[in-house]
């Protein structure tokens, strides 16, 4: 290929699988066998190729495979948050699993958004993906509609589905939930507060919990719920226990919806000289790695995020491969870890 041929590609658009064939001087087939299988081409050509596509900077075009093969590698993930670190120990997991099969993982932070899930959907849609990872189980009519037309797999994470056919790995929020307020009342604890923010789905099944424990031990009260929508931050565990204690003094227990709140808590605790837990037992939720050494320790529930994120990429990876799976339901459990303050 000529210099001006060269720059005349590149100035009208991307360079193409025949521009790196011309310049190596070999047909387009070998060119793609080249790149996609080199294996089957002589060390000489592959090296031509090869000195093409650099001198190029050729990026295959992975749609135009997709639809040549049938498949494209390319795996959706969906998290709805990329700075949380519950989701970054389950993107791990994930990435465990895929980097075996050189799949590229396309990440989208849906930032607790149904509309933000469905527009980054359609985006990724358009790379015809060979499975689907998703956080939770609900969606947006629309993101229930796309999934099912595209005749795509996939897997849910995080949480267990009612639908026996729904292929999902996780642990039950609800009980989570029901077996931390059952712990605080085990313990003595009768005025127990419940701080959730964020107000996500699995909040919201842990707070269910949370009410079942209480109307089973005659405890149940209202006024010892404090919901905002707000982004969970320790900043606002500091301020949502101070407001706990303003509307209900005598609370003696407090179950945040999950450790940063917990973290916040406690530290506003200690600027107000609350003692924890003699005076108010604090526990969280999530088992985030600083729980296990502040002061007092805090007392939560350990979750396996990592396990999620890799065993859910697994069932995805033999669900694409057209294997049945054992179970559709992977049920990780969660650990209860007491520790000093509750």
Not at 122 to 151: C, E, F, W
Not at 245 to 269: E, M, R, S, T
Request: glycine share 6%.
């Amino acid at each position: 290929m000529s210099r001006s041929t060269s720059s005349k590609s590149r100035a009208s658009g991307r360079v193409t699988l025949s521009d790196v064939a011309r310049l190596a001087g070999v047909a387009p087939m070998t060119a793609s066998r080249a790149i996609n299988q080199p294996e089957l081409v002589s060390a000489l050509l592959r090296q031509r190729v090869e000195q093409a596509v650099q001198e190029l900077g050729y990026v295959p075009n992975r749609a135009a495979r997709a639809l040549a093969s049938a498949q494209s590698n390319v795996i959706v993930v969906l998290v709805p948050s990329l700075s949380n670190t519950v989701f970054t120990a389950v993107l791990q997991g994930i990435q465990d699993v895929l980097d075996a099969d050189n799949y590229q993982v396309l990440i989208g932070n849906t930032r607790y958004s149904d509309a933000e899930e469905e527009k980054l959907l359609n985006i990724y849609m358009q790379s015809n993906p060979d499975g689907i990872l998703l956080s939770g189980m609900s969606h947006s009519p629309r993101v229930q509609q796309m999934l099912a037309t595209s005749k795509v797999p996939v897997v849910s994470m995080m949480d267990l589905s009612d639908d026996p056919a729904q292929l999902c790995v996780g642990f039950s929020q609800f009980d989570a939930g029901q077996t931390m307020t059952r712990y605080l009342i085990d313990k003595g604890k009768r005025r127990i507060g419940f701080i959730g923010a964020q107000l996500d789905e699995r909040t919201l099944k842990r707070c269910e919990g949370y009410r079942k424990a209480m109307l089973d031990a005659g405890l149940a009260d209202p006024r010892l719920e404090l919901m905002v929508p707000d982004p969970s931050t320790i900043a606002l565990g500091a301020e949502l226990v101070g407001r706990m204690l303003a509307k209900v003094p005598d609370c003696d227990a407090i179950f945040c919806c999950n450790d940063d709140l917990a973290h916040g808590a406690i530290y506003q605790c200690q600027r107000r000289g609350i003692a924890v837990p003699e005076r108010l037992s604090i526990c969280g939720f999530n088992d985030l790695p600083a729980s296990a050494w502040m002061k007092p320790s805090l007392t939560t529930v350990g979750t396996p995020r990592y396990r999620i994120g890799y065993e859910a990429a697994t069932m995805l990876r033999a669900a694409i491969r057209g294997e049945a799976p054992a179970q559709a339901h992977v049920d990780l459990g969660f650990t209860l870890m007491a520790r000093e303050s509750a």
